[in-house]
């Protein structure tokens, strides 16, 4: 079974008026509700997998890694549960975001 992805949607909008000079600071920001928030790899890490599920409970606290590119988070994705979701609305249980911080 594979593993729904929404289509992408992007965040630029935080909860501060600071400006962040990295995507870790600026997700943690913008998703209070998302913990923890942990780099996926390093660099630049403009996307953000936001999963809400555990294979082997069901729902869960949404949790949020970055990475390099969509194609890297949609992997990281299908590869963190093997597509072992059991919510019957799977689209929800995982989501990559593209997080567009101001220059």
């Known amino acids: 079974m594979k593993t729904a992805i929404r289509p992408l949607k992007a965040y630029r909008l935080h909860h501060c008026q600071g400006r962040h000079r990295t995507y870790l600071a600026f997700a943690r920001c913008a998703m209070p509700w998302a913990h923890p928030?942990?780099?996926?790899?390093?660099?630049?890490?403009?996307y953000a997998l936001v999963t809400r599920c555990q294979p082997t409970r069901g729902w869960a606290e949404p949790r949020v890694s970055l990475w390099t590119t969509q194609q890297m988070a949609e992997l990281q994705s299908a590869a963190l549960c093997g597509g072992g979701c059991r919510r019957e609305n799977q689209d929800r249980a995982h989501e990559v975001i593209r997080l567009e911080m101001e220059p």
Do not use: A, F, M, N
């Open 37 to 46: 928030v942990r780099q996926g790899e390093s660099g630049l890490t403009p």
